[in-house]
């Protein structure tokens, strides 16, 4: 029952290092996109600015 129990836990270790790994690569991969996001946003706004609202009191 140990070795079970042992080849069990191994499994779960290997799993969740994978899981972790995975969540590490997403992660990065969604501050790199967030950061392109950011700066192509700014860009647009450079070169088109958006005009007033026509419902604004300015």
Same mark, same amino acid.
């Given at each position: 029952?140990?070795i079970?129990?042992?080849i069990?836990?191994k499994?779960?270790?290997e #799993?969740?290092k994978? &899981?972790k790994? =995975?969540l590490?690569?997403?992660?990065?991969? !969604?501050? $790199?996109n967030?950061?392109?996001?950011?700066?192509? #946003?700014?860009?647009? &706004?450079?070169l =088109?600015?958006?005009?007033?609202c026509?419902? !604004?009191? $300015?």
């Open positions: 029952m140990d079970i129990h042992g069990r836990f499994k779960f270790l #799993e969740t994978k &899981e790994k =995975e590490e690569e997403s992660y990065k991969q !969604s501050k $790199e967030k950061k392109e996001r950011t700066t192509s #946003e700014k860009l647009q &706004e450079e =088109e600015p958006l005009p007033p026509p419902m !604004s009191d $300015e």
